[in-house]
Every structure is written in C-alpha cells, then in structure tokens.
C-alpha cells in the first residue's frame, strides 16, 4: 500500500481500521508549526497566498504538497463513493464533500494532536483529513464489518478515539452542543486542547447553536465553531433561510469573533484556524469561522439540485477549485514537474482504489453484531 | 373577633414546614406586606407577609417549631379596636380548630361561629396519613440484600439522592453535576443542596435555562469520558433535550460499533407535582423505556433512591433517572452501610403475598402498598413487586411471582396507552399465559391530560380504591 508523503508519515497499515488504531496513534504531530519549523531550516522556498483579511499566508513546499494531497484524496474517495452508490453498494444517505475540501485540510494543519473534531453528516471528508482511514471509512459506507463502526453506523456516524473524532451526526445541529461539551471536558481536565465545531449554514438557524453559543462565551471554553456556508441548506439557499446572511456575525449577541474566511482557499484556512484556535487555546473562549464554500454535488446523492444553475456550479468549479488552484501553484511556484504531480495522483487514486475493493469484499458484519453495543 | 393567621402553603406539594423565625414580636403593630416570619418549606427559606393589619395579638407557634402543617393557625391578628381580652375567645375555639383536615380551605374569620361538635375531645394535632410523617420500613434487617444486622437510619428520598451524588463526586473526579439552580440556589427542589460548598463550581455548573443545549453538553462531555450528572427541573422540560437523550446519548455506542458512548445520568422530578396542570404533570417513563442504549429507572423508596442513583453514576452507559417530587419529602429507613449500591436491572419484592401480584414503580409503590394493607384486612394477601428499573425490566421476579399467585395487576400514574403495564401485560402473556387465571389489569393515570382543578386531578390519577377494585376482579371477589 502507497505510503503518504515524509512530512506526515502517517501509518497508513493494511489492516482494518478498528485493529490498527492504536498504531496510528504515534505518528508524529500534524502540527503546521512543527512542519514549518522543520521547513525553515531546510530553507525550502515557500509560496504565498493572500487571506480575505489580507494578510499573505505563506506555505512551503511541503506544505503545499501535504494540502494538495489530502483534498485529492478526499476528493477521490467522494467521487468513489458516489460511484459506489450509483452501483447500489452504499445505501441510504450519502452526503458528498466534493468542492469543500480546502477546509477540512487547512483547519486540520492548523490543529494539534489532542484537539478534538466533530461535524453533522456530511462529514467523509473530515474523516479523511483528520488521518482515519479510507478503507475503514468506505468499508462503512457499504456496511461491512470492518467499517469504522462495524458497519452498524454508516455514512453518517463513524468516530476514531485515536485521532480524537467525535463522529458524524444525523441531526441538523446536534452536534453543536455536543461539540461544545468536548470543549467543556477540555476545560474541567485543564488539559490544553481545542474542540473544533463543524456546521454548515443550515444548522446555523438551529436554537441549540445559540444555546451553545452562550454556554460556551459564558464558561470561556475553548471551541473553534467553523460553518461551513457551502450556499444551500439542502435546497434552500442562505439567502432564502437567513434573515442575515454574513454568519460569522452570527456570534456578535455573545461577543464571540468571528470572521469570514476564503473557504476555498486552503492557506487563507489554515491562517484564519491557527488565529482562532490560539485564541481558544489561550482561555479566550469560543471563536466563530465562517467558511465561505462550495459543494459540488447535490445535497445527498437523491438531489437533482434544481435550486441553481449548472452555470453556477461550473463557474465554481472551472474559477475557484482548491485542488486545481493548489495544483498549479506546485507547478507554477514550487517549480514541480507535470510528472511529479501526477506521482501523487496516482498515489491517491491507488489508495482510493484499494478502499473500495476493500470495501466491497469486505464481509457483513456478523448477525450476532445485531445485539452488541446497545449497552455496555 | 381576631383573625388567625395560617401557616401559608409555600409550593405546590408542601404539606407542612418549619417556623424559622418570628420577624414581628407580640404587640407589634403590622401593615399589609410587612414581613411577619420566615418558613422554611422542604425546598427554601421564605418571608411571609401579613395580609392584614392589625396587632400581632398572639404567636401560637414558637420560632424552631418544625412539621407545622399548612392552615394550621400560627398566630392571631388583633383588629382595630381589638383588646387582648378577645385572644382567650380565639383560643378556646383555637382548640377545635387543631384536628382539622388541611386539606380543608383556609379559615375566613368567621368560622368559629360554627362549632363543631362541642362534646369532642381536644386532640394533639397528629402526623398525616401520608406525606412527610413516621419512616416506611420497605428494607427490613433480614433483607437478603443487606448483611445481617444491618442497622437502619431514617432519610428521606431528598436526602438519600443528594448522599448518593456527594458519595459519588468524592469517589469520582470525573463525576460532575449541572443543570438550573444545582449550585448557588443550592436546587430548585434542594436535592443538590451542600454540593457547591463541598465541591466548588468547577463541578457543581448551574446553567442558563437552555435544555437541549446544556444536555447536549453534558452528552458532549460524556463522550471525552466525564461523567456528567445532568439534572433537569422537571422531566416535563427535558422533552426540549429529548434529542440529545436519545439520538445523541442513547445511540451513539451502537452507532459507532461500540467505540465512543457516555456514562451520564439525567435526573429531575417526573410525573405528577400536585395543580401544577398538563405541562407539569407527566410521566416519562415509557417514553424512555422504550428506546434501546438507555437504562430507565424510577425509584420508590429512600433507598432505591440512594442506591440506585450510586448505580446510575457508576454505570457506563446513559441513564435516565425518574424522581418524584412528592416522595422527596418522604422518609424511609435505608441501611446503614458505607457505600450501598442497589443493583440495575433487579426488582424488589416489597411485600410477599400469594394471591395476587401488584407491579408497581415509583410513586405507584404508594397506592399499591396501601391497597395492599386494605386487601389483607379483607383476607387477599397481595405480593407487590417494586420494579426500580424499568428498563432493563426484571421481568423474571414478576413472572416468578405471578407463577406463585396467578393473578397481576400493575399500578401506574402514567398514561394508559403503550404504558408500562402494558408491556407486563404483554410480557405475562408471552412468559406465564399458563399460569394466569385471570386476565392482567392495568391501573394507570386516565387517558387524559392533567387538569387543574383539584378534584379532576384526583379523578386523573389512579387511586388506592381502583387498585383493590382491580385485585377483587382478577381474584374473583368482587
């Protein structure tokens, strides 16, 4: 199986993922400042881009090559999975990240090791960024045994203790207050770490949200709240949903900042993340960022998406892709070769490859599994 | 004449309290609203005002006078022109006055004018039937639960909750309690009172009134493995959290294969308060029992309380915990022991009888056992099993029982439909349909929801004469 490149040098075993979560545990921090650290003095010549703030982020090469790499990967790995279900082997709901990746990758390099996740359901991505498996995902999402959650779960609900996934939720906004809880844990055991809040624009008109929004800014807890604005809640765009529609403001009643951030744009991400998760990390309490996104896909793999226009998306697509965007930074500034870059999507297309045979052949969970985990 | 001023009624189920403190002394003038004394109910401290004006004639209650009972005259009121000579008027009929039901309307002035039966003799005011009085033994020292020689203390159901929560904080740093007034209000129904001073506020949270948000905070905080205690007001306020509880709390072990799930207990007072009306009066505890993940409990005694709650907060799975808020008041005798844990999952048989088997939980235990006592004077020895946990259900103590007796009747105040008589209902036809000589009969709550008015609500909720009727059909001796 293809290993990931050295800055990351995440284990990627053979085995499935329940068996190797504990050796997935040790590899070293994913930490962008250890990376640039190690960066700078290697001298490696960096590239630089312009946040919405205007600040210039800049990335090594390294670094650049690392984000590329994982948005490819869980670009693919959707693009598998709606093949997938276009052949009946994943069931039920399935919600696409195609078009979002830049903000999972960006957020998960401006993290550490110990600070927590948790998302709604469209959540395959963030489970790919944060180091879990595209086997142990994919498998399921087909529902076999060796699915992250044995397959009992689905597309909806996978977690990882190892890499501090909290999962995966089916209910609009639920996870909101439970992210907050993480945060409050963090805070009761002093221990240091972040928990970082994933909803989308939808859920950002949920009462629970605001209800978190003041516990949190109330106790001081360290939550990094990320929406993410991908324009349409299921069908419904903000503008239709949102009596207003800059949701980073959305926090102003309970003096939470907040900013707007380029969503699309993966240094401007992983910019804006390191501001906010310092300052939760620094005792100042929960931080709001909006990410101004894009999905290309429908709602769920049932939706015609007749709510806008093909031209819409095309233009998403055809002006501000983040993969395309990265890609050609890599050849334009890091002076990368078309070949060097075809490396690494081959890389990836054989690690998605390898998941979904895995997937497919990949026995159903035992009938005895019907009983087991209702308690414990 | 003077008027009497009653011991006010100072929550919707207090039936008696402690004259604290007298703010006024005898022969001090007092205006409408003038604080006169301070009461302290079973949940707070409380001024009370006079209504009147007048002079403070006579204080017929002393300060640190506790268990006085609501209308029961504390003092007498000199009108305007009124001399001390009218007070030794007042007291004779004072007397007739002591043995009067309290259930009866506050005393206008001119009840006295009416004498009871004049022949009868004055009487000491004596404890209530029911409600706060004399300890009910439900755990004898020959329990098979307890070691031999055991010895009993008398608590109450607010008190062992509160002892089973500190007991658990101290042996447990991970263990936290939060909800609306746990802390610094020391508890809207005072079950957390002491927690903050002992504990301090990093673990006694009170939060904004905001259900589902704190309970998803709480389940938050379960999945990075605290142990959060999540007390609810009133369970009525939990159906804003219920999500949480169920799609969040109870599902996510199964969900995510067993990986992640959360040992929380969420607790409050369920079920009928007393005229508090539709949207404080409902029982939960088929609603919870019927979703997989979660363990139900409703205690009846002291001790299921103290111990089960102990078991709640140790076990690792999310846990809903019915209380009721008229037996916090109530005092049981609870073994003496250092940590005494009643197990999940296990009823109890309160009573032994062979005729028939009463199934009750919670505060349908009272009308069961009660019913019992009248049945035995009637010659019908009914066996009453309390089941503590509703779900996982110990079905098999039932099933034992009514293998003994045949007959079963189960007592509840919730509502009828999809009950949880209905379950043992259906559970006894599955389990003992050939030891069964007559059909099993539920006694719930009416099908209706909780009215105000005071006869209505005691025509909503079951009765001890509808458990006996009950017994007397299915034992054929109606």
Redesign the interface.
């Known amino acids: 199986m293809a290993e990931k490149k050295p800055t990351t040098s995440r284990k990627r075993s053979s085995g499935t993922s ?1 068996s190797s979560g504990t050796s997935r545990t040790s590899g070293p921090s994913r930490s962008s400042r250890s990376t640039k650290s190690a960066d700078a003095k290697s001298g490696e010549k960096t590239s630089t881009a312009k946040s919405m703030t205007g600040e210039t982020v800049h990335f090594t090469r390294d670094e650049d090559v690392y984000a590329y790499r994982e948005m490819l990967l869980v670009r693919r790995f959707e693009e598998k999975a709606g093949q997938l279900y276009g052949m009946g082997l994943i069931g039920g709901f399935c919600h696409l990240y195609i078009g979002q990746e830049a903000v999972v990758v960006g957020m998960q390099m401006a993290l550490k090791e110990g600070d ?1 996740i ?1 998302t709604g359901y469209r959540d395959h991505g963030h489970m790919i960024a944060c180091g879990m498996e595209s086997k142990g995902v994919m498998a399921e999402l087909t529902g076999r045994r060796s ?7 689905g597309s909806m ?5 190892d890499k501090n996934f ?6 609009v906004g ?1 996870q ?11 805070k ?2 002093e221990n240091g770490s972040v ?1 970082i809040t994933y909803f989308g624009d939808g859920a950002a008109n949920q ?2 949200v ?3 929004f ?2 949190a800014k ?1 106790w001081s807890l360290p939550v990094v709240y990320v929406i993410e604005n991908n324009k349409y809640g299921m069908g419904t765009s903000v503008e239709r949903a949102s009596s207003t529609t800059n949701l980073s403001h959305r926090g102003a009643s309970f003096e939470i900042p907040g900013e707007q951030v380029d969503g699309m744009e993966v240094h401007a991400v992983r910019a804006a993340g390191e501001r906010a998760i310092a300052h939760a990390r620094e005792g100042k309490g929960p931080y709001i960022l909006e990410m101004l996104t894009y999905r290309y896909r429908g709602h769920s793999m049932s939706d015609p998406a007749k709510y806008r226009t093909r031209d819409e998306v095309n233009k998403m697509r055809t002006e501000r892709d983040p993969i395309e965007h990265l890609r050609s930074r890599l050849i334009e500034e890091h002076k990368m070769s078309e070949d060097e870059v075809k490396k690494i999507d081959k890389e990836v297309r054989d690690i998605i490859n390898e998941a979904a045979e895995f997937a497919q052949s990949d026995p159903e969970p035992d009938p005895s599994e019907l009983w ?5 | 004449m003077p008027t009497e001023i009653l011991m006010p009624a100072l929550s919707p189920t207090m039936e008696e309290g402690k004259l604290a403190k007298w703010v006024k002394k005898e022969g001090d003038s007092v205006a409408a609203g003038d604080v006169i004394a301070e009461i302290e109910t079973d949940k707070a401290t409380m001024e009370v005002e006079a209504v009147d004006e007048g002079t403070l004639g006579k204080i017929l209650v002393d300060e640190g006078t506790e268990g006085v009972k609501v209308n029961s005259p504390i003092a007498l009121l000199l009108e305007e022109g009124e001399d001390e000579s009218a007070l030794d008027k007042a007291a004779s009929s004072q007397v007739k006055e002591d043995d009067s039901n309290a259930s009866e309307p506050p005393a206008d002035d001119g009840k006295d004018e009416a004498p009871k039966a004049a022949d009868e003799a004055p009487k000491v005011p004596a404890a209530p039937a029911s409600g706060p009085g004399p300890a009910e033994k439900t755990w004898t020292q020959d329990d098979p639960e307890i070691p031999e020689g055991t010895k009993m203390v008398s608590v109450t159901v607010r008190e062992a909750l509160r002892d089973a929560m500190a007991e658990e904080m101290r042996r447990d740093g991970d263990v936290y309690v939060m909800g609306e007034e746990v802390a610094e209000y020391q508890g809207a129904y005072k079950i957390t009172q002491g927690l903050l001073d002992e504990f301090g506020a990093r673990r006694v949270v009170d939060t904004p009134i905001t259900e589902h948000g704190f309970t998803g905070l709480g389940v938050g905080a379960g999945f990075a493995g605290l142990k959060p205690i999540v007390e609810f007001m009133t369970f009525n306020f939990a159906m804003q959290a219920i999500d949480q509880i169920i799609n969040s709390a109870a599902k996510t072990h199964y969900m995510s294969g067993g990986l992640i799930g959360c040992s929380i207990v969420f607790r409050g007072p369920n079920g009928a308060a007393a005229r508090v009306a539709a949207q404080h009066s409902q029982d939960y505890a088929s609603w919870y029992a019927h979703v997989p993940g979660l363990r139900v409990i409703q205690p009846y005694s002291a001790a299921d309380a103290k111990g089960l709650l102990k078991a709640a907060i140790r076990d690792p799975n999310p846990v809903v915990f019915l209380e009721n808020e008229i037996l916090y008041g109530h005092t049981f005798e609870i073994p003496d022991v250092d940590d005494f844990v009643v197990p999940i999952g296990k009823a109890k048989i309160e009573r032994k009888g062979s005729d028939v088997t009463i199934v009750s939980f919670g505060i349908g235990m009272t009308y069961a056992m009660q019913a019992a006592d009248e049945l035995a004077k009637m010659g019908i020895e009914a066996e009453v099993v309390n089941l503590r946990t509703i779900r996982p259900m110990d079905i098999e103590t039932v099933v034992e029982s009514v293998k003994k007796t045949n007959r079963c009747v189960t007592v509840e105040e919730g509502w009828p439909v999809c009950s949880i008589g209905s379950e043992i209902s259906a559970r006894m036809m599955e389990m003992a349909f050939d030891h069964l000589d007559a059909p099993v009969l539920r006694v719930t709550g009416k099908d209706v929801p909780m009215p105000y008015a005071a006869n209505l609500e005691k025509l909503a909720l079951p009765t001890v004469a509808e458990v006996i009727e009950a017994v007397k059909a299915v034992t054929y001796t109606a």
Do not use: C, W
């Open positions: 329940r927590q948790i699915g992250y959650s044995k397959g009992k779960g609900h996978m977690f990882s203790v909290y999962g995966g939720h089916g209910i639920a909101v207050p439970l992210g907050t809880g993480l945060a409050f844990a963090n009761y055991r928990s009462g629970q605001y209800e978190s003041n516990m109330l087991t985990d209702v308690v414990r």
